[in-house]
Every structure is written in structure tokens, then in C-alpha cells.
């Protein structure tokens, strides 16, 4: 009797997934009856180029000795470099778009879905990692940049990293930048695709908000311009994520201006030196500051000296388009406390700052941003928040305790917005953390020391971020509780047989307004779900309008 019933539940559940995979587009090996094979693949693949030798050379599977290093060249969250975290059936590393085209069509026909590569730094290794078979187009060998210093402008190839735009600006002119983040690895397209802030978000905005032009790879192969795709899914494309719809093969950005002189600081203080009091009063005064200064604050909890009692740490890292003397008048009349003298500032060309922050001093040789292995790697996981309301001075108390329980393997980064972000609606594009954020709050364990995020030390770390997050709960942005897709976190959930079930998560990355357009462009751009990943944007069997 037991197992009758036992049984019968697990048919309901089977024809319940048949249903629910039906409704958002069934495995294509089920659909087109194949196994996926290596062979299979890599003989589609040879076949649909003109020249054997160039094609057979950009194709790797795990019997190739290059497949391990090629691969774990970008997996920039160490968490998943561990030998049971599944791995692509066939990396392939294309050098033109008509190889791109082959392999998307190949890995249609022969059941294999497809992750496409840039920079790797995918919080989740969505890039590179998945629990199905899967082929990975990595874009290493698509990385050309175009400067047109006279309209201002540049075109990147998807596959480029952030510090070789700086690298390539810089070789024209030091008077134009890009809006981009600060770590030089991180790849433009994931960057692009998720809204993407950094140094000049509060002068210039996001990334996304600066593309002019896109060029595109939909599911049939065809290639498309902002005019021929339509504004729908270029809106899409710039804060939805673009592995939702397709291929970014290169970006059009607007280049904009910068001074030749920028101005960096550093603020290295303990509570002890009176560092309570100068964050409680950051809220009030640097989201509204002049839009020239950035101001991140980094947190972690230490011990003193070589006693068992702890301090917090913070650093104020200021960047300032412009020279000391104009910057240092204004932060005595606006924030004296901060206590920023002629003596903690440098001044340094643009490029220099993006050395800076990407952790090499400034008289390094600027080259270093194209080195993609120079910046360190971390085995990590992430969370973040935006703070729309300054916290009380009891809610800080609260936080420094918490901080406190951990073993000080967690940092907490605060990134200043207002400033032009005040300017932007939430829907102009998908990114919608815009006006009244105050500040972005990135959260993060690491797992240095540990061989994988399931020993017991790393399970109490993950537990101490989850309590953290908790315990914030009240001092942030609720209704959705908001939060950054390029700090995604799987942990939000991942269902999307329903649109209450993705709402979930997809409320909190989009807002609902967003999110829902984000399904109906996906509806037309992608059917069938092709471009899918465990928080990829849903497609569903009912109109949107009847949910
Ligand atoms: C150390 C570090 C520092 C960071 N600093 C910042 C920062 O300052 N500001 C900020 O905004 N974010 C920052 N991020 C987050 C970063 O923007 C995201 O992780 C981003 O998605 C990374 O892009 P990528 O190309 O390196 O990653 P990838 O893992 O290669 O890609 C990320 C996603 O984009 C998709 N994708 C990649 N290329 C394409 C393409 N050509 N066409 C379609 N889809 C594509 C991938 O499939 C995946 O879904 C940082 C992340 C890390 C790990
Ligand atoms: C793409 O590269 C292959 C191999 O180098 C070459 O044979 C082919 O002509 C190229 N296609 C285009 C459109 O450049
Ligand atoms: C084919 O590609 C190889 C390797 O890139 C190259 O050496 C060769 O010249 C190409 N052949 C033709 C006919 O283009
Ligand atoms: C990797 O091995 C496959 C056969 O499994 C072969 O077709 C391909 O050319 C090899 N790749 C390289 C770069 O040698
Ligand atoms: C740069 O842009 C200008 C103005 O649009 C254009 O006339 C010129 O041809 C471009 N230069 C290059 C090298 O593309
Ligand atoms: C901050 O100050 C402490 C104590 O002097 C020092 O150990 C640490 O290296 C400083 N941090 C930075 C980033 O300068
Ligand atoms: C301000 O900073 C200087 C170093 O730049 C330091 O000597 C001084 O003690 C600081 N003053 C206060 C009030 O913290
Ligand atoms: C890039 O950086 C790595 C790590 O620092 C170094 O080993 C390597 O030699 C560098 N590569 C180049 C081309 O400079
Ligand atoms: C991989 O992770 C497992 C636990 O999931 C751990 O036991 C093992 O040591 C890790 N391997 C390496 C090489 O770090």
C-alpha cells in the first residue's frame, strides 16, 4: 500500500515536470531525440567551416590537454574551480562571428545548451559551470576596441575585458573615459548586460546607460543592429542580462569626458577613532555631494593589537574628478570629520586611478589592465542591498556587533550613488536601483584557506552572511527587497514555472515593471528558451496579461 502510493506520487510528480518543462520550453535533446555527443558536435561544427585546420584548433573537450587550462583561466570565483562542479562538454574559443553562427546552430541541433564566456566573473559561474551538458563559447579571441576619439565614441567586442577599454582609451587620449567598474578583469559584456556601475557612476550614470549601439546574435543567427533588433530589445540588453536573449557581439559606447588631473584618497579608520560617527554622518552628506567625488566605504571586523576584543575598519576611498585644490575646500566645508588632508591625496592621470583601483600602484606600467591574470582570484559567495533611508545610530550598533560573531573573513562595500543616477527613471533601462538609493551594500564571505563551501568552517561562514542579511533586513530597500543581477545569488531562488514563483527573484533584480517586459521581449526574441540559465529570464505558456 505504501508503495502504490509512494509510486503514484512520483508519476504525479513526473507528468507535473513534463507540464511544467512544456511550459517553459522542454530540453532540446528531448525535443530532437539526441544524446548529446563531443563527436557529433565537433563534426557539425567542421562541417559548417570552410577551413578544417582554423576551426579544428578553437575546439576542446576534456581529452585535450589545453581544455583544463582554457578553462579555468577565467573562473574568477574560485568557489567552482573544485573537479565536481560540472564542467562544458566543449569549450570552443571562436576568432570571427561565422564561427559564433556554427556553433550556436550546432549546439541547437545536437541537444547541448550553450553558456557564452566573457570576463568569467559570474557570481554564480553562470558562465561557465552548469548541471546539464552544455557548450561554452568562450569570446577570449573577440576582444578588439575601436576608439573614435572625434566623435567619442568606441566599439568593444564582447568579449573584451573592462581594463582593456581603459587601456585602449588611454592610448588615444586621457581626457575621455567609459563608466565602467573598478576590478580590470571583469568582462565588458556580463559588466554591460547586468546596468554596471563604478567610479563615475554618480557624474555619468551606468554603463548600460551610455551604449549607443549594439551589435547581436539572436537564436536563428541572425545579426542585428540596434535599428534592425528595435528599442524593445535593446532596452533589454543593457541591464537584463543579455545571456537571456542572445549573443553580444560588440557594444557602441559613448565615451565621456574626464579631467586630466583626478584626485585619489584614502580614509584608514577604527571605530576607536571615532569611525562610527564619521558613517553615520556619510549617509547624510555624500549620496548629495558634488557629482565629481565617489566615495566607497570597505568594512571588516578585526581584533585589536593582540587582544581577543574586536574593532571595525573602514576605509573611505575617494575618487575626485579634479585637482586636491578644488576637492579639499569642498570636503572641509562638507564633511570636515572625514578629515581628508593634502597628505592622504594623490593626484594621478585617469588611467593611473584605474591602476589604483584595480590594486597596482600608479607608476605601474598601464599594460598590466590587459593582463588578465595579474588581478587575484577569490573563492567567494555575495550578496547585496541598497539603503534608501540612513541607518540609525542603533541599527550601525547592531551591524558592528554582528560583524563581530564572524571569524573576520567577511567585508562589507558600501558604493555611493544619487548624483545623475537621481535622473534616471527605474524603467529607462532594467536596471532599476536609481533614484533615492543612497548607497549599494555588497556583502561578502570568503573561503580563503578552505578546499570547497561545504567544509564546516565555510558552511558557518555562509550561515553568518545569511544571519547578517537578516538582521539588515529592516535598513533596507523593501517591496521588493532590492537587489544587483551582477551580484547575483541563486540563493534568491530559482523557480520559473510560474510568474509568482520568478517574481521572486526577478522582482528583486528588475522591479516588477521591468521584469515583465523583460518576459515579453524574451517571449519574442526567444520562444523556445534557448539562452536559458537557473535565473535566466522565464518563458511562459500563458500571456503575461492573463497572470
Ligand atoms: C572581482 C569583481 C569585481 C566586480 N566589480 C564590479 C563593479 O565595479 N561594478 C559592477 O557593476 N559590477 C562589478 N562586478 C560584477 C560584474 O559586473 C558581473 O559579475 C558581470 O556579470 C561580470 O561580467 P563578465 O563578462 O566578467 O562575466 P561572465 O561570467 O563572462 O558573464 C556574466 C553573464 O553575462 C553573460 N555574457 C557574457 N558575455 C556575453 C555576451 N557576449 N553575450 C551575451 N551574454 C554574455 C554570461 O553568459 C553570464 O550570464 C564585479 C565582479 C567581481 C567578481
Ligand atoms: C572566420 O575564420 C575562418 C578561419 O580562420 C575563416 O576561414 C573564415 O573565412 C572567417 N570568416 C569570416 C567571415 O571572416
Ligand atoms: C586555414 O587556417 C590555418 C590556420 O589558421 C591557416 O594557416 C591556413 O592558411 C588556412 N587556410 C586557408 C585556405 O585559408
Ligand atoms: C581537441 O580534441 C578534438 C578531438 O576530441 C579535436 O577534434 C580537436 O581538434 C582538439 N583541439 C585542439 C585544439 O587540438
Ligand atoms: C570617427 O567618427 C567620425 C564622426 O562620426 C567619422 O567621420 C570617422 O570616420 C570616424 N573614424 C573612424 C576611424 O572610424
Ligand atoms: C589601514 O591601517 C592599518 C593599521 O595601520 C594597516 O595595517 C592597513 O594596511 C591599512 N590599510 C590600507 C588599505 O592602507
Ligand atoms: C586627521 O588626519 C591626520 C593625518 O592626515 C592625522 O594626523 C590627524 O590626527 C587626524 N585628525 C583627526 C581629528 O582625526
Ligand atoms: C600577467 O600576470 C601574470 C601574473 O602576475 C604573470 O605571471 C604574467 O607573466 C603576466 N603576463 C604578461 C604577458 O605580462
Ligand atoms: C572539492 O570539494 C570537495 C567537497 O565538495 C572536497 O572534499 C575536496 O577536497 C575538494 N577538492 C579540491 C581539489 O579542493
Not at 575621455?176 to 547586468?194: D, T
Not at 549601439?213 to 543592429?225: H, P, Q, S, T
Request: proline share 5%.
Amino acid at each position: 500500500m505504501k508503495n502504490i502510493n509512494l509510486s503514484s506520487i512520483f508519476l504525479l510528480i513526473l507528468s507535473l515536470s513534463f507540464v511544467v518543462s512544456q511550459s517553459h520550453g522542454s530540453p532540446l535533446s528531448s525535443i530532437l531525440d539526441v544524446t548529446p555527443t563531443s563527436e557529433n558536435f565537433i563534426t557539425c561544427l567542421q562541417s559548417n567551416s570552410n577551413n578544417l585546420t582554423a576551426i579544428s584548433q578553437l575546439i576542446f573537450t576534456p581529452t585535450n590537454t589545453s581544455y583544463t587550462p582554457i578553462w579555468q583561466a577565467a573562473v574568477n570565483n574560485l568557489r567552482f574551480i573544485n573537479s565536481s562542479i560540472p564542467r562544458p562538454s566543449i569549450i570552443v574559443t571562436p576568432t570571427n562571428e561565422t564561427q559564433i553562427q556554427a556553433a550556436l546552430s550546432c549546439a541547437k541541433k545536437h541537444g547541448y545548451e550553450l553558456r557564452i564566456r566573457c570576463g568569467g566573473h559570474d557570481f554564480e559561474g553562470l558562465s561557465y559551470t552548469a548541471k546539464v551538458p552544455f557548450v561554452m563559447i568562450d569570446l577570449v579571441n573577440m576582444k578588439s576596441i575601436d576608439v573614435n576619439v572625434s566623435d567619442a565614441s568606441a566599439w568593444v567586442q564582447g568579449g573584451a575585458v573592462l581594463g582593456e577599454l581603459y587601456y585602449a582609451i588611454s592610448r588615444y587620449t586621457d581626457t575621455l573615459s567609459f563608466p565602467a567598474g573598478i576590478c580590470p578583469a571583469v568582462g565588458v559584456s556580463g559588466f554591460l548586460g547586468g546596468g554596471g556601475y563604478g567610479n563615475l557612476v554618480r557624474k555619468y550614470a551606468t554603463g548600460g546607460d551610455n551604449v549607443l549601439d549594439v551589435r547581436f546574435m539572436d537564436v536563428n543567427g541572425n545579426i542585428l543592429d540596434r535599428k534592425s533588433m528595435g528599442e524593445d530589445l535593446f532596452w533589454a540588453l543593457r541591464g537584463g542580462v543579455a545571456s537571456s536573449f542572445g549573443i553580444v557581439l560588440a557594444w557602441k559606447l559613448r565615451l565621456v569626458a574626464v579631467p586630466e588631473t583626478v584626485t585619489f584618497f584614502l580614509v584608514n579608520i577604527t571605530l576607536e577613532q571615532g569611525a562610527n560617527d564619521i558613517y553615520y554622518k556619510y549617509q547624510y552628506v555624500l549620496p548629495n555631494f558634488d557629482r565629481d567625488l565617489q566615495v566607497s566605504v570597505q568594512l571588516n571586523s578585526e581584533y585589536i593589537g593582540n587582544t581577543r576584543k574586536k574593532t571595525i575598519r573602514m576605509l573611505f576611498r575617494g575618487l575626485y574628478q579634479g585637482g586636491i585644490d578644488t576637492l579639499l575646500p569642498l570636503l572641509n566645508k562638507g564633511f570636515p570629520e572625514l578629515n581628508v588632508t593634502r597628505e592622504i591625496c594623490q593626484e594621478v592621470r585617469p588611467i593611473q586611478a584605474s591602476l589604483l583601483f584595480g590594486g597596482f600602484t600608479p607608476s605601474t606600467p598601464a599594460e598590466i589592465l590587459t593582463n588578465r591574470s595579474a588581478v587575484p582570484r577569490l573563492s567567494f559567495k555575495s550578496t547585496s542591498d541598497y539603503v534608501k533611508t540612513p541607518i540609525p545610530k542603533s541599527g550601525l550598533r547592531k551591524i558592528w556587533r554582528k560583524m563581530f560573531e564572524s571569524d573576520t573573513f567577511e567585508a562589507l562595500q558600501m558604493y555611493t550613488f544619487g548624483g545623475k543616477m537621481e535622473e534616471y527613471s527605474d524603467t529607462a533601462t532594467p536596471y532599476p536601483h536609481r533614484a533615492g538609493v543612497l548607497y549599494q551594500v555588497y556583502k561578502t564571505v570568503l573561503f580563503t584557506g578552505q578546499p570547497s563551501d561545504t567544509t564546516a568552517v565555510s558552511r558557518r561562514r555562509l550561515a553568518w552572511l545569511r544571519s547578517f542579511d537578516k538582521m539588515i533586513e529592516p535598513y533596507v530597500s523593501s517591496n521588493p527587497r532590492e537587489a544587483y543581477v551582477n551580484y547575483n545569488d541563486l540563493d534568491l531562488g530559482v523557480g520559473s514555472r510560474t510568474f509568482k514563483e520568478a517574481s521572486l527573484w526577478g522582482d528583486r533584480y528588475w522591479k516588477r515593471d521591468n521584469f515583465k517586459r523583460l518576459i515579453r521581449i524574451k517571449a519574442k526574441v526567444d520562444p523556445d528558451n534557448f539562452f536559458r540559465h537557473p535565473q535566466s529570464i522565464p518563458v511562459f505558456s500563458t500571456y503575461l496579461s492573463d497572470i
